[in-house]
């Protein structure tokens, strides 16, 4: 569009010479314009009727057809920017409601966005998998209506409410207390009575003491999305007696296929024999996938006791899979197959694998400490741990050394003080399981190490 402006711009500066350079080339056999006349400036359609002149007094068609054409051109080009909100008048024209989305946007899309807090039975990162009751209510929801659910994170419930109202979000999928937003003309409270109860569902079945409310919660809506809000209500409504069992973690079968994990684990004892210091069946692959990730191959089988007791065929509620419980999201990290994620060999192969790419990870911590960061990593997810680093740096802890140091700033990632700060990127997680992780993995390979030479 600026060629064509610059083009009709100098056309019209020029408009005494141009008829007088036409006429000496023996283009027209006379001038078009009286010297006087000039194109105003900027005004198209007085663009336009000059054009009429030319073409009654028979200047030369070439050159016509050129100008309107580009003439043409510019018109179209302003009406499409006016149109599509770029300018006008030097001032913005876009419809700020085209930010709101209602559902026939969002499906459209392909995405919900997802406004929550971080909790337990909210929100939160493990293994590099997204877990949470009503994260995951959300996501049955979004499947429900042939769309992906992408997550926004907050730190207050006012917070939540802000983002939905200014555009950033399509749903809050957190018990916000209902009685504090029942002013609010803005929202749409979606389900109170069902919310109310699922929550209460949730607090019993748990002991979650964070739940325990007065009056009821919802979830929220924009005012302005009231298909959303409809679709949401009736979802919920259908749906009122097996929120809970939706509201789990699901497995995806190597068919595509997802289901809730049976939870299943046979108990080996720690050493099989340890009179000729065997610890396992499976000590080869112990031996030979612990030269590659640089560990004692005892180690590596004391991680293996304690994600599975030794048992290739292990799930656990959580979704985690096979000998050394790689997660499904890992493990297809990892490069391991599903149909091959019970196999105790490929099981094993991609733990060194996650582990020797944790080992770079914190390579500038001492090989002595840097096993226990290794193996709170593998269990909680790497930034859940760097979190606990910089808390404890935070309060004057050494974040490269684990006892005492960072391992109390781990158990603390279970309190709203602490995943709320503002230097945890990955909020909650039950820091009590991984500091009992690393403290029984450590002490079962000390016991390795005196029984086996």
Same mark, same amino acid.
């Given at each position: ?67 309107? /054409?580009? %003439?043409? =051109?510019?018109?179209?080009? *302003?009406?499409?920017?006016? &149109?599509?909100? !770029?300018?006008?008048?030097?001032? $913005?024209?876009?419809?700020? /409601?085209? %930010?709101? =989305?209602?559902?026939?946007? *969002?499906?459209?899309?392909? &995405?919900?966005? !997802?406004?929550?807090?971080?909790? $337990? ?17 959300? &996501? ?314």
């Amino acid at each position: 569009m600026q060629f064509c402006i610059s083009f009709l711009s100098l056309f019209a500066q020029n408009a005494v010479t141009l008829p007088k350079f036409l006429e000496d080339a023996g283009l027209c056999g006379f001038s078009a314009f009286p010297e006087t006349q000039k194109f105003p400036e900027k005004q198209e359609y007085s663009v336009l009727s000059q054009l009429l002149v030319m073409l009654k007094k028979k200047i030369h068609t070439f050159y016509c057809l050129i100008f309107v /054409s580009l %003439l043409s =051109l510019l018109c179209s080009c *302003i009406k499409n920017k006016q &149109e599509i909100g !770029v300018f006008s008048n030097g001032q $913005p024209t876009f419809d700020d /409601s085209d %930010l709101f =989305l209602d559902l026939p946007d *969002i499906e459209m899309n392909g &995405e919900l966005i !997802v406004l929550t807090l971080y909790g $337990p039975t909210s929100y939160f990162e493990f293994r590099g998998a997204d877990f949470g009751n009503q994260f995951l209510l959300a &996501e049955e929801y979004a499947h429900s209506i042939g769309v992906r659910v992408r997550v926004d994170l907050s730190r207050t419930q006012d917070e939540l409410v802000s983002k939905l109202l200014k555009g950033e979000g399509d749903i809050i999928a957190y018990h916000l207390n209902a009685d504090n937003y029942l002013s609010d003309h803005q929202l749409t409270l979606c389900s109170p009575d069902i919310i109310t109860h699922f929550i209460d569902t949730l607090a019993k079945t748990t002991n979650d003491t964070s739940l325990k409310h007065e009056g009821k919660m919802a979830w929220a809506v924009r005012n302005d999305s009231p298909l959303l809000a409809k679709s949401v209500d009736k979802w919920l409504e259908d749906n009122e007696y097996q929120l809970l069992s939706l509201s789990m973690p699901k497995v995806s079968s190597s068919g595509g296929k997802r289901s809730l994990p049976v939870p299943r684990r046979k108990v080996s004892s720690p050493m099989l024999n340890p009179a000729q210091g065997i610890i396992s069946h499976y000590d080869g692959l112990f031996r030979r996938y612990a030269m590659q990730c640089g560990w004692d191959w005892k180690l590596l089988a004391a991680q293996g006791y304690q994600e599975s007791a030794f048992d290739p065929n292990a799930v656990s509620w959580m979704g985690a899979q096979g000998l050394m419980q790689l997660m499904p999201g890992t493990a297809r990290m990892l490069g391991v197959p599903q149909a091959q994620v019970f196999d105790p060999e490929t099981n094993i192969r991609g733990a060194a694998k996650l582990i020797g790419i944790l080992n770079k990870h914190y390579a500038d911590i001492h090989e002595g400490e840097r096993i226990n960061f290794i193996l709170a990593a593998y269990n909680a997810g790497s930034g859940h741990v760097d979190d606990a680093r910089r808390l404890a740096e935070k309060h004057g802890k050494n974040p490269d050394v684990w006892t005492g140091h960072v391992d109390e700033y781990v158990l603390n990632m279970r309190l709203a003080e602490y995943y709320n700060d503002p230097v945890v990127n990955h909020g909650y997680f039950n820091g009590n399981e991984t500091y009992n992780y690393v403290v029984n993995i450590r002490n079962r390979w000390d016991e390795y190490k005196k029984k086996i030479r």
